[in-house]
């Protein structure tokens, strides 16, 4: 069944019921303030840290699902029925109900008693704080209607893991003031806080609350607060217990009349000298941020900023636009793929609602992939991110696998010892240097573990990271996988037996014997890297040498990370193998096959490795879902093997369809030649192309998933954990520069498409380091052979240079024989 539909031309998605098989959310923010929207209103907010800076609670795993938002309540205050307009929480039966998820925003609509309410929320472009827009309709055609509207969210008290954990302190600590109908929440601004969150109506108040258990009554909860049902506020005052925001705003509506109300909340920050009022007083110094509030509670503003956040995103997007026969390709390149890689970007793995944003800051290797999916959209935000992530480097060209947002700082709590994570920065950096051609950050001094006076260039953190590998190798010279290589639940070091252990920090062995297969891809991907950085700088002799560590490993690889049919996953430590047919589960993994195969593993060599490596991967584990990450799946829990093993079979890494996976060896079809092959498995995972599955597939049908269950689970093709995902940046990868062959290069921009048979061309418009190329693609012959014509003229191989300063445009058309 179907929830919805997508607008492809508005550029949103249209969810038509509010029972959504689970809550399906949109976000709010690109730049320092953020919220999780659901289409029913639910979620919260906060400014840059999800966990530090945490403006509204929001309780995970709560029952009924989704419940704490962003909520309004109608009235009629003639008959005392209420109802929430986004359905939940009191979910009564809407007339008529809409979500449209769009590019930052969400507008949610329904009708109930003849009452139309329609509410868009939204986050400015340059500003803290979010925009609700209320416009309420009396769609009787005679009956004048008398409406009280309540508001409600619940203040957080900043840091949402000690509010979530330590409750004998923080139902102590609650502090607020009203003044002028805004609510302000001020929790421990008396003590080290300079910053405070408001909620703020543009209409006179009939009344509001600012304590939870007044609001609510006892044993309430947000599907019948007393309040509302009395139809009166209490005007409580919060002092200590639970700070919430509710206003209350009486509205009476002629027939067919309708209003606009308008409600801010958001996030302030004072200078600390002047936090206060006037010396000695404990009020919030409000100078700053009421200009700030009298101006978005203006409509023409709020109109004003909408625009222009709409026609932020159009500029974005049209960085890349892309028309071929496929509506699940158009859809996902032009516009969802890559606005989920700003999420991606922005949050990491840190918020969303499988995330609780208490857990993780931004990862090391994760956010050097996200960037790969969003660097051709702003690159100077690219370019800061690399730095913030080289300055969490170690000395030793190691890294912390976190940081936190707000600070900056590596998390110690997890420390490093992910092998894999070094060459992640290298594929970033090398990412961003195609993209842009802006030599200047390799450059740019940068600190190890933030700690000033250890700044080298960028470029040294660089070769740091290959030296890290190359000085951890085990007894067949392939890579050490300390903790965990990619798969943060190989834990082939961790020999864990006590529940609740961390798989990923309790090492136990020292790591000297156990390798990982895919470092030494990763590596060998690396290497490849920073020899063409070392070219391109006019560094023969290094790029030689880098040639030669990537022919080494290479051989390394090939001579005891190839199992006869298929790549080897890795030695454990005892030095047998996983992932080989000698195993007794877990014989064949994916990470390998397509790892090895984007390095160049095997291509074109006598054995025919990377062809046969793709068809075993073809035969064990390619389903209608989507690819396993390894089979057979573990039946039981192998202390030597760690996480893997400890989920039930089909799900996440214990052969689970681990979505970003899939990725890889879509690149690795399309570098074989394979684009019916290549394109096939893109669209097993395509959320849009899975949209009919709705019922089965459960998640939200425009953005990916994590994973999908695979097919040793009951449920074999259900997905979980959206949103927050390295597959958006590796699908994108994968279809535009792999399939669709447009590949930012050190020279210039290749295009070499490797299509499926049954497409006779696309076309597409690309900006590259400030050009627009509008490129034609026509298939002539069933091959992967291209010939190109730039701007008419012919031109030999497949990378178009750069044109002439001053030409903006460029034309490409391109024969594929
Ligand atoms: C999660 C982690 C990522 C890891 C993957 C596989 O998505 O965020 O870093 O590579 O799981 O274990
Ligand atoms: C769990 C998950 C894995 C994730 C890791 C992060 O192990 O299975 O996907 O990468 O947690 O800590």
């Known amino acids: 069944m179907r929830y919805g539909h997508f607008d492809d031309t508005n550029r949103e998605y249209v969810i038509t019921r509010p029972d959504t098989p689970l809550p399906w959310i949109n976000y709010l923010g690109c730049e320092d303030y953020f919220g999780l929207i659901s289409n029913t209103a639910g979620g919260y907010s906060f400014y840059r840290d999800a966990r530090l800076r945490r403006v509204t609670r929001y309780r995970y795993n709560n029952v009924p699902l989704d419940c704490g938002g962003r909520y309004l309540y109608l009235r009629d205050e003639k008959t005392g029925q209420f109802w929430s307009p986004s359905w939940q929480p009191t979910r009564h039966d809407l007339e008529g109900y809409t979500c449209w998820h769009g590019l930052g925003y969400t507008v949610i609509t329904s009708r109930y008693a003849s009452i139309e309410a329609s509410t868009r929320y939204f986050v400015p472009l340059g500003a803290t704080l979010e925009i609700w827009q209320l416009t309420v309709t009396n769609l009787h055609p005679s009956q004048t209607r008398h409406l009280s509207v309540f508001s409600a969210v619940e203040f957080c008290l900043w840091d949402a893991w000690d509010d979530a954990t330590n409750f004998q302190r923080n139902l102590s600590i609650g502090e607020v003031e009203v003044d002028g109908g805004v609510i302000y929440h001020k929790t421990e601004y008396r003590e080290r806080r300079n910053h405070f969150a408001y909620f703020a109506c543009s209409e006179e108040l009939a009344g509001f609350d600012t304590q939870r258990d007044a609001f609510l009554g006892p044993y309430r909860g947000w599907d019948r607060p007393a309040a509302v049902e009395r139809g009166k506020s209490c005007n409580s005052l919060a002092h200590g217990w639970a700070p919430l925001g509710s206003h209350h705003v009486w509205l009476s509506l002629a027939p067919g009349e309708s209003r606009q109300i308008t409600f801010l909340l958001g996030y302030h920050e004072n200078p600390p000298e002047s936090k206060f009022d006037a010396p000695g007083s404990l009020t919030i110094n409000k100078q700053t941020v009421k200009p700030l509030i009298a101006h978005f509670l203006q409509p023409e503003n709020v109109q004003a900023a909408f625009a222009r956040l709409r026609d932020y995103w159009a500029e974005l997007l049209g960085q890349f636009q ?61 370019r800061q991110r690399i730095l913030d992530l080289a300055a969490t480097q170690l000395q030793d060209g190691g890294a912390y696998h976190q940081y936190q947002p707000l600070t900056k700082q590596g998390n110690n709590a997890i420390g490093g010892g992910f092998n894999d994570d070094p060459a992640w920065l290298v594929l970033a950096v090398a990412a961003y240097l195609k993209e842009s051609g802006d030599r200047s950050i390799l450059d740019e001094l940068v600190p190890y573990d933030n700690r000033p006076g250890s700044e080298t260039p960028l470029l040294e953190h660089l070769q740091r990271c290959l030296r890290y590998t190359l000085e951890r190798r085990g007894p067949h010279g392939l890579p050490l996988i300390g903790r965990a290589d990619w798969n943060d639940c190989l834990n082939l070091n961790t020999f ?82 996983v992932g080989s047919a000698e195993c007794e589960e877990g014989q064949i993994y994916v990470e390998p096959q397509g790892l090895c195969v984007m390095a160049g593993i095997g291509s074109g060599d006598g054995p025919g490795r990377a062809e046969k490596a793709l068809a075993s991967l073809r035969q064990h584990l390619a389903t209608a879902h989507g690819i396993l990450l390894q089979q057979p799946a573990y039946s039981r829990y192998y202390l030597h093997l760690g996480e893997i093993s400890s989920y039930p079979p089909g799900y996440k890494e214990n052969a689970g369809i681990f979505c970003h996976t899939n990725p890889w060896i879509m690149i690795a079809e399309a570098i074989v030649g394979h684009g019916d092959q290549a394109h096939d498995y893109y669209q097993r995972i395509n959320p849009s192309a899975r949209e009919e599955l709705g019922d089965l597939h459960r998640c939200e049908p425009y953005v990916y998933a994590q994973m999908i269950a695979g097919r040793d689970a009951p449920n074999h093709g259900e997905a979980k954990n959206s949103w927050l995902t390295g597959t958006a940046a590796w699908n994108y990868v994968a279809i535009t520069q792999w399939i669709l062959g447009i590949r930012p290069t050190l020279q210039g921009l290749q295009i070499a498409p490797v299509l499926p048979a049954g497409w006779t061309g696309f076309t597409a418009t690309r900006t590259f380091r400030g050009v627009r190329y509008h490129i034609a693609v026509q298939r002539v012959g069933p091959g992967n052979e291209v010939q190109l014509t730039v701007d008419g003229q012919p031109l030999a191989g497949n990378v178009v240079p750069l044109p002439a300063a001053g030409q903006t445009e460029v034309q490409v058309q391109v024969t594929v024989h």
Request: aromatic share 12%; glycine share 8%; charged share 20%.
């Open 496 to 577: 864990s037996s006590t529940p609740g252990d961390s798989f990923q920090t309790a090492t136990s062995r020292d790591g000297r014997t156990a390798e990982s297969v895919v470092i030494a891809a990763l590596f060998i991907l690396a290497a490849k890297e920073m020899a063409a950085i070392a070219r391109w700088l006019g560094q023969a002799e290094q790029a030689q040498q880098y040639d030669n560590m990537a022919a080494d490993m290479e051989a390394t690889v090939v001579a005891y990370g190839w199992d006869g049919e298929w790549f080897l996953r890795a030695y454990d430590d005892a030095g047998d193998k």
């Open 322 to 382: 892309v028309e071929t026969p496929d509506v699940h390709t158009d859809r996902m390149v032009n516009l969802w793929n890559a606005y989920q890689c700003m999420v991606t970007f922005n949050l990491s793995r840190s918020a969303s609602y499988f995330e609780s944003g208490v857990g993780r800051g931004m990862g090391f290797r994760d956010s050097n992939q996200d960037l790969l999916g969003f660097v051709h959209m702003v690159p100077a935000r690219a």
